[in-house]
T-cell receptor
Framework: QQQVKQSPQSLIVQKGGISIINCAYENTAFDYFPWYQQFPGKGPALLIAIRPDVSEKKEGRFTISFNKSAKQFSLHIMDSQPGDSATYFCAASNNAGNMLTFGGGTRLMVKP | NAGVMQNPRHLVRRRGQEARLRCSPMKGHSHVYWYRQLPEEGLKFMVYLQKENIIDESGMPKERFSAEFPKEGPSILRIQQVVRGDSAAYFC????????????FGNGTRLTVT
C-alpha cells in the first residue's frame, strides 16, 4: 500500500506562473518531509525539506506548506521558469532511519 | 568534493545472467541506501547499509538480490539470474548520519534485461 500519495501526475504551467504539487501521507510517525527534483538521466536532488514543527518553509522561489492535522504537505514554485521543468518527488521518513518513502512523482512542464 | 558515484551508468544483461552495480558514497558518508525506480514511477527503498553491516533490507526481494558495503571499497548491489522485470534504474544514496540527514543520490545505473 502506497504510504505517500502525490498529485497531480503531470502539470503544465506558463512561465511566471505558480506550480503547486500536493502530497498526503498516512504514517503519523513520519517527521521529515523532503522534496526532490529529478532531471532526465539524473538522480534526484534535494530541493527543500520540512519538519512538522513548522507549517511553512521558504527557500527562494520554493515553499513547502505543511498541514499536520490533515497529514498533507505541498510544494509551491513561484515565478515558474522553463528550467524548472523536471519531475518532482515528495518523500517522508521517520526517526527510525533514512528510509524515505517516495510519492509517485509529478512531471512539471513550464512553457515559455 | 565528488558526489555519489555509481557505475556502470548503463548495464545490459540477458535473462539468467548476473548484474553487479557499484556505488561509492560521498567522502565522509558511511550510510548507503539503494533504491529502485521503475519507468514513470517513484523510487522504492530496497536496502540500507553501513560499513560491513546491513541495517534494513525490508525492501529487497528475498531471492536473487543481495547487497554489501565492505570495509574497503564500494557498496555492491548484486542481482543473480536477472529477469525482464528487473529492468529499472537503480539509485544509490549516501548520508553522513543514519537519522534524518539529507540523502545525496547518484545518477543511477540503468539496467536493461533482454
Amino acid at each position: 500500500q502506497q504510504q505517500v500519495k502525490q498529485s497531480p501526475q503531470s502539470l503544465i504551467v506558463q512561465k511566471g506562473g505558480i506550480s503547486i504539487i500536493n502530497c498526503a501521507y498516512e504514517n503519523t510517525a513520519f517527521d521529515y518531509f523532503p522534496w526532490y527534483q529529478q532531471f532526465p538521466g539524473k538522480g534526484p536532488a534535494l530541493l527543500i525539506a520540512i519538519r512538522p514543527d513548522v507549517s511553512e518553509k521558504k527557500e527562494g522561489r520554493f515553499t513547502i506548506s505543511f498541514n499536520k492535522s490533515a497529514k498533507q504537505f505541498s510544494l509551491h514554485i513561484m515565478d515558474s521558469q522553463p528550467g524548472d521543468s523536471a519531475t518532482y518527488f515528495c518523500a517522508a521518513s521517520n526517526n527510525a532511519g533514512n528510509m524515505l518513502t517516495f510519492g509517485g512523482g509529478t512531471r512539471l512542464m513550464v512553457k515559455p | 568534493n565528488a558526489g555519489v558515484m555509481q557505475n556502470p551508468r548503463h548495464l545490459v544483461r540477458r535473462r539468467g545472467q548476473e548484474a553487479r552495480l557499484r556505488c561509492s558514497p560521498m567522502k565522509g558518508h558511511s550510510h548507503v541506501y539503494w533504491y529502485r525506480q521503475l519507468p514513470e514511477e517513484g523510487l522504492k527503498f530496497m536496502v540500507y547499509l553501513q560499513k560491513e553491516n546491513i541495517i534494513d533490507e525490508s525492501g529487497m526481494p528475498k531471492e536473487r538480490f543481495s547487497a554489501e558495503f565492505p570495509k574497503e571499497g564500494p557498496s555492491i548491489l548484486r542481482i543473480q539470474q536477472v529477469v525482464r522485470g528487473d529492468s529499472a534504474a537503480y539509485f544509490c544514496a549516501s548520508s553522513p548520519l543514519g537519522t534524518n540527514s539529507p540523502l545525496h543520490f547518484g545518477n543511477g545505473t540503468r539496467l536493461t534485461v533482454t
